[in-house]
């Protein structure tokens, strides 16, 4: 605060304007104006003379200060963010060639998605007029990185870093995120974000190897940066634009009800939440009140909107006691996704389940699957068929294998084999076989509960085989 009062001070005195002031005040007739001019300036080039190296030092210090133990070189010194924001820079250099600067933000960034350390990344530059767009180069840079579509978002107003740090919070709502640029540029920007009381951290790109004229150029250039940013802290300087709310594809709301991952993750469980919005889901997964705490990784909301709870690489709370193919501890095996939704009603009637959900749902699984290798995707009804239902016989399963997800199969196929040994062969617990072939109905022939289909046992054959064929 201290440093804040001393520039605020330094810069009521020494604004231009009030420099003018003084001059003007001081005005007098005189036959020589051109000499009072010299004088005029002389004492502006002292005075700036004077001026520049304290706020210089005031500014390096404050950056300093406000930056230390804040930026990582290391992905895994980082915490789970949802957000990684990346301050945009040209992709091509002006005499031609790409800039290498661009080129290493947008891999840091690429590895931090890919490392599962943020669940979006928000490209933030400049676009002030068309044939210059900073954000759509960086995310076009990052789709060729294989980083979905979906989990890129524009900020087309990023014109400086101040722009990028407060709007990241202001419009898009981000309290926590990991800030990626070379080091130079995060140490300011952060000086920018703690001074508005906004939580970031930085993970460091690599550094561009520059000549040494190049080098001392661009300190120079970052010095006078470094004293704007004091001077905007100051002044409590706003974006040049703030505009409406911008609601981002995902969430980050952490539940505690975690633990060590003690399994590689070779399993995608689905749920129903049995809530009606995505809140009393989001509620109910962060409890922690409660005899039984419980989490899941994700939680996709009516409208498709993913609130994640948990990082992927801790053990989160959905399947309870359950059984897949001789794995006993599924949720430390699995990625657990709760899908909001009543489940069936009193008179049996299932909810069906929204469109933009299950594309919601489908993207997801999908960039599960890019990362992790998936064996199956199994409801929570599969893993524990004595004690559950979800996510119920309405779940669209067959339109899931369509894109990938899971398998699925149309055929009916004769055999002797009697339906437990079907089951177990398929991975069900069938120390209560009633319940496992309901469990097997629900996903894989729900027009048997649904519309009253009698062929269970050939469906059944069909899908061992399935799974036969795949192992
Ligand atoms: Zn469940």
């Not at 091509?92 to 947008?106: D, K, T």
């Not at 990185?145 to 709007?167: H, N, Q």
């Not at 995505?278 to 005899?291: G, K, R």
């Amino acid at each position: 605060m201290a440093i804040v009062a001393m520039a605020r001070e330094l810069l009521t005195v020494w604004t231009p304007t009030a420099h003018m002031e003084y001059a003007c005040r001081m005005e007098k007739p005189s036959k020589e104006p051109s000499s009072r001019k010299k004088k005029w300036l002389r004492r502006t080039a002292i005075g700036c003379g004077l001026l520049l190296p304290l706020l210089a030092i005031i500014a390096e210090t404050s950056v300093l200060i406000a930056s230390a133990g804040r930026i990582a070189d290391d992905l895994s010194d980082l915490p789970h963010c949802n957000a990684a924001v990346v301050p945009g820079c040209s992709k091509s250099l002006r005499g031609g060639g790409e800039n290498q600067y661009f080129r290493a933000r947008i891999s840091a960034a690429a590895a931090l998605y890919h490392a599962r350390k943020v669940g979006i990344i928000i490209v933030s530059g400049d676009n002030r007029h068309r044939g210059y767009d900073e954000p759509t180069d960086m995310k076009e840079a990052l789709v060729r990185l294989d980083v979905p579509e979906d989990r890129i978002v524009c900020d087309y107003a990023g014109l400086r870093t101040l722009d990028t740090v407060v709007r990241a919070h202001d419009v898009f709502q981000q309290s926590d995120f990991i800030l990626v640029s070379q080091r130079f540029q995060l140490r300011r920007a952060l000086f920018l974000a703690r001074s508005r009381g906004i939580r970031a951290r930085g993970f460091a790109a690599d550094e561009v190897r520059l000549g040494r004229r190049v080098l001392l150029r661009q300190l120079a250039r970052e010095r006078l940066a470094r004293i704007a940013a004091l001077l905007d802290v100051a002044t409590r300087r706003k974006p040049r634009f703030l505009g409406p709310l911008e609601n981002p594809p995902m969430r980050y709301v952490p539940s505690p009800n975690h633990s060590e991952r003690t399994r590689p993750v070779s399993i995608i469980v689905l749920h129903y939440t049995v809530t009606k919005t995505l809140e009393q889901a989001v509620q109910i997964l962060t409890a922690t009140n409660t005899p039984h705490p419980v989490s899941s990784h994700y939680v996709v909301g009516i409208d498709g909107e993913i609130v994640q709870l948990v990082p992927e690489d801790r053990r989160a709370r959905h399947a309870g006691v359950s059984f897949w193919r001789g794995e006993t501890d599924v949720n430390s095996a699995s990625i657990g996704i709760e899908i909001v939704n009543m489940g069936p009603d009193a008179n049996g009637v299932h909810p069906a389940y929204p469109e933009e959900q299950i594309t919601a749902v489908i993207g997801l699984c999908r960039d599960i699957q890019a990362h992790y290798a998936i064996e199956d995707v199994v409801g929570h009804s599969d893993v524990a068929p004595k004690r559950k239902q979800d996510p119920g016989a309405a779940f669209p399963w067959r339109r899931l294998a369509a894109e990938g997800i899971g398998v699925w199969t149309d055929e009916f196929v004769a055999s002797d084999t009697p339906n437990a040994k079907l089951l177990a062969s398929i991975g069900y617990d069938v120390s209560d076989p009633a319940a496992a072939l309901l469990a097997f109905q629900r996903h894989y022939y729900p027009e048997a509960i649904l519309s009253g289909g009698k062929r269970t046992h050939e469906r059944l054959a069909a899908v061992e085989q399935l799974f036969r064929k795949r192992d």
